[in-house]
């Protein structure tokens, strides 16, 4: 009976403590990219990517068909920094779910799109990382987007 107590007791303290040291670098990494992103810092964005990261846009075209979209780092860092100033973009994650296995991590982040504080889309995104050694590094990340459905606020 104590050894079960003790059990039960380990597993709540476990639970309250919330997320591990590892995951709350991995949800660090991928704050790090939303604040480049907001502020359109190419360097602070690419300081969380791998070289070898894979970006691609699962979306729907005219005719409401499916389609998966490759998008390059070197070509979404520049579309970034070509926004003009007066462009207010913000991207509201909604919650974070994070599994790891070792040096591996996948997140999954519901967000919101606000352009100059207006609900432009909303969707999912999916993000895989690698741990080098040192740090997290986002090695693939592949997001959902749609314009119906959303949540109107938080």
Not at 63 to 82: H, N, Q, R, V, W
């Amino acid at each position: 009976m104590k050894t079960q107590l003790f059990a039960l007791l380990l597993l709540v303290l476990c639970h309250v403590q919330g997320q591990s040291p590892s995951e709350e670098a991995i949800k660090s990494t991928i704050e790090d990219f939303f604040e480049g992103f907001h502020k359109r810092d190419t360097s602070q964005m690419r300081s969380v990517l791998s070289e070898h990261l894979t970006m691609q846009r699962i979306g729907k075209d005219a005719d409401g068909i499916p389609y998966l979209k490759d998008e390059s780092i070197d070509d979404f860092l520049t579309s970034m920094a070509s926004l003009p100033d007066t462009l207010k973009i913000e991207e509201r994650l909604h919650s974070f779910t994070i599994l790891t296995d070792g040096a591996m991590a996948e997140a999954w982040t519901p967000y919101s799109l606000y352009v100059q504080g207006t609900l432009h889309h909303c969707g999912v995104n999916s993000f895989q990382l690698f741990h080098d050694g040192n740090s997290w590094k986002i090695i693939y990340l592949v997001d959902t987007r749609q314009v119906t459905g959303c949540p109107e606020s938080e």
